[in-house]
Antibody, heavy 124, light 110 residues
Framework: EVQLVQSGAEVKKPGESLKISCMGSGYTFTNYWIGWVRQMPGKGLEWMGVIHPVDSDTRYSPSFQGQVTISVDKSIRTAYLQWSSLKASDTAIYYC?????????????????WGQGTLVTVSS | QSVLTQPPSASETPGQRVTISCSGSSSSIGSNYVYWYHQVPGTAPKLLIYRNNQRPSGVPDRFSGSKSGTSASLAISGLRSEDEAVYYCAAWDDSLNGVVFGGGTKLTVL
């Protein structure tokens, strides 16, 4: 079974750093892009960016470029989403998701499956 | 404000058919495939439709997608109570160089 398992909920203070993770299993990890999606409280889905595990080729949404860092460690089948200085407005659930096709470019692809989500709460 | 426009809510009675619309632009839906996801509150989104009208294995044929010009729609027939969820459309946007989502449509099965 293809599965993405994310790290647990985090509570942080403004200005702190954070790195959350997403581990893939049940498929050839290096064949598929992995992406991140934000869902702020009571709101919809926002595409943050994607990364390819083979060469760490990363594409960011303009809205998130410079705000977060997406990385991957293919040796342990894990993708990461990182902040250097959190803000209260970063409070959200963050989902990782694998792109559905290994042969299609990012713009022709879709998210399937999704991780269970990681709740990040930033509060003083 | 989302780049793709969906009605915030829809409702219908069990057994009936409902359609959810998704409006975009020439750089999004007009030039690219449309995807549909659904999300039961408190759980992660799941893929429902890919490449405009393709169903992943396990998705019943009660769900169908279509696209015309810069708009798309999701139809659900034979509504069941378990179809209650929030439904999101998505597409690549050539101008933004990224995926854009609709704001979501909360479906209530009366």
């Amino acid at each position: 079974e293809v599965q993405l398992v994310q790290s647990g909920a985090e509570v942080k203070k403004p200005g702190e750093s954070l790195k959350i993770s997403c581990m893939g299993s049940g498929y050839t990890f290096t064949n598929y892009w992995i992406g991140w999606v934000r869902q702020m409280p009571g709101k919809g889905l926002e595409w943050m960016g994607v990364i390819h595990p083979v060469d760490s080729d990363t594409r960011y949404s303009p809205s998130f470029q410079g705000q977060v860092t997406i990385s991957v460690d293919k040796s342990i089948r894990t993708a990461y989403l990182q902040w250097s200085s959190l803000k209260a407005s970063d409070t959200a659930i963050y989902y990782c998701a694998r792109l559905g096709s290994s042969s299609l470019a990012v713009q022709y692809n879709w998210f399937d499956p999704w991780g269970q989500g990681t709740l990040v709460t930033v509060s003083s | 404000q989302s780049v793709l426009t969906q009605p915030p809510s829809a409702s219908e009675t069990p057994g009936q058919r409902v359609t959810i619309s998704c409006s975009g632009s020439s750089s999004s839906i007009g030039s690219n495939y449309v995807y549909w996801y659904h999300q039961v509150p408190g759980t992660a989104p799941k893929l429902l439709i890919y490449r405009n009208n393709q169903r992943p294995s396990g998705v019943p044929d009660r769900f169908s997608g279509s696209k015309s010009g810069t708009s798309a729609s999701l139809a659900i027939s034979g509504l069941r109570s378990e179809d209650e969820a929030v439904y999101y459309c998505a597409a690549w946007d050539d101008s933004l160089n990224g995926v854009v989502f609709g704001g979501g449509t909360k479906l209530t099965v009366l």
